[in-house]
């Protein structure tokens, strides 16, 4: 048997050329393999490999050189042209645990929104900002790799 698992991989904002297709998490979104565009690595034990990560936006405003408020964004995607599947080891079980590491961006993203409602506005901003991100995105690994560890990479399907 193949041992089968997707991967997360975390790509931002400021990686990607700004002309590579994104998909943005929605709650009416479910992933098909057609969306898995990137070519198959025949040479690792995976099946699938789901690209996805969390990017972030944000502006100031300010006056006197004091920032006096902000908006951001947070967006979960995923990269089709950085995911790919094995056709002949892929199914329908597979594709829904590819989902799940886009469902658990997702859920991230939403942590990140939370934590960014609470911070108060101050100089230091930008750099809470990039580290909320920084911190987000280490948690986010944690929790795929922990997915990936307690499923044995989608072959335990309880």
Known sequence: MYKIFGLLAFI??????SNDEVI???DDLR???NQFKAAP????AAAALTASGITFEFS???TDQRIVSFKAKVVAHFYPNKSWYIKEQSDAYILAHEQLHFD???LYARKFRKQISNLKVSNSLKNELRSLHETINKELAITQNTYDRETDHSIIKE
């Open 12 to 17: 931002g904002l400021l990686l990607l050329p």
């Open 24 to 26: 943005v998490w929605r």
């Open 31 to 33: 992933l098909t393999w």
């Open 41 to 44: 690595k025949t040479d690792r």
């Open 60 to 62: 100031t405003s300010e």
């Open 104 to 106: 658990l961006t997702e």
